[in-house]
């Protein structure tokens, strides 16, 4: 069992930055990739980023490339997404996410998700 637990999120100005941080508490955590999703209202849950134990990681198509960058520490247990120059079009509840494998993570078919954390961009 994985617990995921988000914190970082919040409101900030476009052009900010915040870090979100996802900490999953317990000894499975390295074999998993974790990852980043993000839901804005009326809109379709959006794969945003991943990383497995290793370093590779994997950024969705549109959502925060480039702005964002997505980095774990195995000895916390905590993998974090790093979001630069965000823009109001950032705005969105983003979820931490867990499995075994980039493809089944990236597809949204995780075994292990967090309760959400709320980014609100404002102009």
């Known amino acids: 069992q994985v617990q995921l637990v988000e914190s970082g999120g919040g409101m900030v100005q476009a052009g900010g930055s915040l870090r979100l941080s996802c900490a999953a508490p317990?000894?499975?955590?390295?074999?998993?990739?974790m990852g980043w999703f993000r839901q804005a209202p009326g809109k379709e849950r959006e794969f945003v980023a991943a990383i497995n134990w290793s370093g590779a990681n994997l950024y969705g198509a549109d959502s925060g490339k480039g702005r964002f960058t997505i980095s774990r520490d195995n000895a916390k247990n905590t993998v974090y997404l790093q979001m630069n120059s965000l823009k109001p079009e950032d705005t969105a509840v983003y979820y931490c996410a867990a499995d075994l494998t980039f493809h089944s993570l990236s597809s949204g078919q995780c075994d292990y998700w967090g309760q959400g954390t709320q980014v609100t961009v404002s102009l």
């Open positions: 317990g000894r499975t955590f390295s074999k998993y990739v």
